[in-house]
């Protein structure tokens, strides 16, 4: 079973930075993609940006220009650039993966989550 562990979390104030990383363990032979969602409370879970394991990416409207999401495959860790942080980028934020766990089965998984909160 593979396991994805959150960090960089915290309460910053506007206009501020952090970087969320998460962190794969397990056996798998590769992530096949991998992304960053956030659920802020009453609302639904959004995708804030993923990435592919070529190194594609997209983001959310509300994120671009200020987020970037990237992988180091060596430490089967992605992370979250999150830059001039708004009061609205307040959530939960969580990693999920989909990995290539044999050559013939594949696996999602999701992280705990790590509050991120941005204070105006």
């Known amino acids: 079973q593979v396991q994805l562990v959150e960090s960089g979390g915290g309460l910053v104030q506007a206009g501020g930075s952090l970087r969320l990383s998460c962190v794969a363990s397990g056996r798998f032979i590769s992530i096949i993609v991998a992304g960053w969602y956030r659920q802020a409370p009453g609302k639904q879970r959004e995708l804030v940006a993923r990435i592919t394991s070529g190194g594609s990416s997209i983001y959310a409207d509300s994120v671009k220009g200020r987020f970037t999401i990237s992988r180091d495959n060596a430490k089967n860790t992605v992370y979250l650039q999150m830059n001039s942080l708004k009061s609205e980028d307040t959530a939960v934020y969580y990693c999920?993966?989909?990995?290539?766990?044999?050559?013939?089965?594949?696996?999602?998984?999701w992280g705990q989550g790590t509050q991120v909160t941005v204070s105006s």
């Open positions: 999920n993966a989909a990995f290539q766990r044999t050559w013939y089965d594949q696996e999602n998984a």
